[in-house]
């Protein structure tokens, strides 16, 4: 059973019902059933055209839902448009529907919570932590969302600002989450920036680029997280980070800085530094102190902390540090590091096992508690 190529296709499938009249909510629900119906069949046997069975499948579950609800009788004159056998078009409607699930009835952050939901494929709990909202609040924004698109004809697609903000997102999941949708990410980007000519489209690809560029180098062979100071450089996509740095000078020329140039300014400062003791810190402040201004974000703020006590010493890092909400998730593990590199093992020791208890997922998790025995190790020497 490739459940890569079933989750491939979903996004062209649910486009395709879309496009033929059927709502978000109705398309979405026949999209699962038929994969469902995939899960049971296929293995015995799978058909020659998986997209054109899809919509097969999917159209007929739509056409079910719609007879059984009378208020939807209407639509019964839909089975005239019936997809004719044969083998589907062979046309990659994601970044379409992308657009299209960023509808202007729609905020933009039900819109981005929708299209990582239905597009996207990540799980309620994943949208939450990207937000840092609990998982029952986010649950009720999608539902919300899903009840004002339904019965919404989509001819009217969502502006590029949101767009962006969805791919960015589904990026860093696909990054540093249970499922791997970063190089789709960057490939639906790629797509946007030969068709849209803005600087932050160019900015989001950079930034990407240059992310995606360092990947190889940021797990142990055993699976552990490696920190970027302890990242082997050699392992670096040299020719990723050459592309990035290219689009992302041409985008600043432009003198139209966003949020995506200035988040892929820091990196590719990260990237030019041969080693961890070279990097230019003064330099990625100024940037953060940019992207601060732009977004506001207490992320940005927390990152910018860490970067301040890179630049002028762990306690102007921990003053930083100070002033932010400690229920910012990682404030915790950020707190251990400057202390340690203020030299209280102690504090650091009990802040890294503290943070490890919070941490989101299994690999950080396991990386914090390594900190915590290894400061505890050299105080008991």
Not at 8 to 23: E, F, M, N, Q, Y
Not at 25 to 52: F, M, N, S, T
Not at 250 to 256: C, T
């Amino acid at each position: 059973m490739d459940e890569a190529l079933l989750r491939s296709l979903t996004p062209s499938v649910l486009a395709i019902l879309v496009r033929r009249g059927a709502d978000f909510a109705a398309a979405e629900d026949a999209v699962q059933e038929a994969l469902i119906e995939a899960v049971r069949v296929w293995p015995a046997e799978q058909p020659r055209d998986p997209k054109g069975w899809l919509v097969t499948v999917a159209w007929r579950k739509f056409l079910d839902a719609t007879r059984a609800d009378t208020a939807r009788r209407r639509r019964e004159g839909l089975v005239d448009d019936e997809p004719a056998p044969g083998p589907a078009p062979a046309v990659d409607d994601t970044l379409q529907l992308y657009f299209l699930c960023a509808h202007p009835s729609l905020t933009p952050s039900s819109a981005v919570a929708l299209t990582l939901r239905a597009v996207g494929g990540l799980t309620t709990r994943q949208i939450a932590q990207a937000y840092l909202v609990p998982e029952a609040t986010m649950a009720q924004r999608i539902s919300r969302a899903k009840r004002t698109v339904s019965g919404v004809r989509f001819d009217r697609p969502g502006d590029v600002a949101t767009v962006l903000r969805v791919l960015y997102l589904v990026f860093n999941e696909g990054y540093s989450g249970d499922v791997d949708l970063a190089a789709e990410a960057i490939r639906l980007t790629r797509q946007l920036a030969a068709r849209v000519d803005h600087p932050e489209v160019a900015g989001l690809l950079a930034l990407m680029l240059l992310h995606h560029a360092r990947r190889a180098a940021r797990t142990a062979p055993d699976g552990s997280l490696v920190p970027l100071a302890e990242q082997d450089r050699g392992r670096w996509d040299t020719g990723s980070i050459a592309e990035g740095v290219a689009i992302l000078q041409a985008a600043l020329a432009r003198d139209r800085l966003g949020e995506f140039q200035a988040q892929a300014a820091i990196a590719a400062l990260h990237a030019d530094a041969p080693t961890a003791g070279e990097t230019d810190w003064v330099q990625i402040v100024e940037w953060y102190d940019e992207l601060a201004r732009l977004t506001d974000s207490p992320v940005v703020r927390l990152n910018r902390a860490v970067a301040v006590g890179e630049a002028d010493g762990p306690r102007a890092g921990l003053a930083a540090l100070a002033a932010l909400d400690d229920a910012l998730p990682r404030h915790t593990a950020v707190a251990a590091y400057l202390h340690e590199r203020d030299g209280d093992l102690a504090t650091a020791a009990r802040l890294y096992a503290e943070a490890a208890r919070k941490a989101p997922d299994l690999a950080e998790r396991d990386h914090l508690t390594r900190q915590a025995a290894r400061l505890n190790a050299r105080r008991s020497r």
